[in-house]
T-cell receptor, first 114, second 116 residues
Framework: DTEVTQTPKHLVMGMTNKKSLKCEQHMGHRAMYWYKQKAKKPPELMFVYSYEKLSINESVPSRFSPECPNSSLLNLHLHALQPEDSALYLC?????????????FGQGTRLTVV | ELKVEQNPLFLSMQEGKNYTIYCNYSTTSDRLYWYRQDPGKSLESLFVLLSNGAVKQEGRLMASLDTKARLSTLHITAAVHDLSATYFC????????????????FGKGTKLSVKP
């Protein structure tokens, strides 16, 4: 099983809503990532979790709040987003940080903020 | 700061022709990845290159890595329409974090269009 599963696939939310994106993997990977991809742009790193601890936060606004409740799950909690936050949000996982290993990406959540 | 540059950014090819996409990066790394992305979809892993001189081939695509030149190439042989997509190279920035934890820094992508 080399699958990273993201839910939901599509999400429309208002600027006052609170929602969460979910990501799950059962490959035993201990590094998990959130990337944001705007249209016609490359993915940009938001957060990295290594062994369930936040190891990299790329100066992401606090309206995005990540959570890693266990080694298989990664959440991204969203609150008071802006229309410019509309993007494809990609989750990825890899065996362990620092190892020569492949990152597997989920199918993404297409987020629209209205 | 690690920077990754791809060129060309747009490539329009005729079926049956050959072409090469280039990926240059600015600091030391021996981990480079190529991904394909179709419109509205996620990233599909194509190649994982983890050492100097690594060469991998899959179908009409061949990727190579020269860590001394900080250069990777993605060569397309006898292009077909099904190869139309955006191709990203990505470099692991682990050296920027003391070697313990890195993340992928992506090039801007090459949008490939293969025409009959």
């Amino acid at each position: 099983d080399t699958e990273v599963t993201q839910t939901p696939k599509h999400l429309v939310m208002g600027m006052t809503n609170k929602k969460s994106l979910k990501c799950e993997q059962h490959m035993g990977h201990r590094a998990m990532y959130w990337y944001k991809q705007k249209a016609k742009k490359p993915p940009e790193l938001m957060f990295v979790y290594s062994y369930e601890k936040l190891s990299i936060n790329e100066s992401v606004p606090s309206r995005f709040s990540p959570e890693c409740p266990n080694s298989s799950l990664l959440n991204l909690h969203l609150h008071a987003l802006q229309p410019e936050d509309s993007a494809l949000y990609l989750c990825a996982s890899s065996r362990r940080g620092g190892q020569k290993t492949e990152a597997f990406f989920g199918q993404g959540t297409r987020l629209t903020v209205v | 700061e690690l920077k990754v540059e791809q060129n060309p950014l747009f490539l329009s090819m005729q079926e049956g022709k050959n072409y090469t996409i280039y990926c240059n990066y600015s600091t030391t790394s021996d981990r480079l990845y190529w991904y394909r992305q179709d419109p509205g979809k996620s990233l599909e892993s194509l190649f994982v290159l983890l050492s100097n001189g690594a060469v991998k081939q899959e179908g009409r695509l061949m990727a190579s890595l020269d860590t001394k030149a900080r250069l990777s190439t993605l060569h397309i042989t006898a292009a077909v329409h099904d190869l139309s997509a955006t191709y990203f190279c990505a470099v692991d920035s682990y050296m920027n974090y003391g070697g313990s934890q890195g993340n992928l820094i992506f090039g801007k992508g090459t949008k490939l269009s293969v025409k009959p």
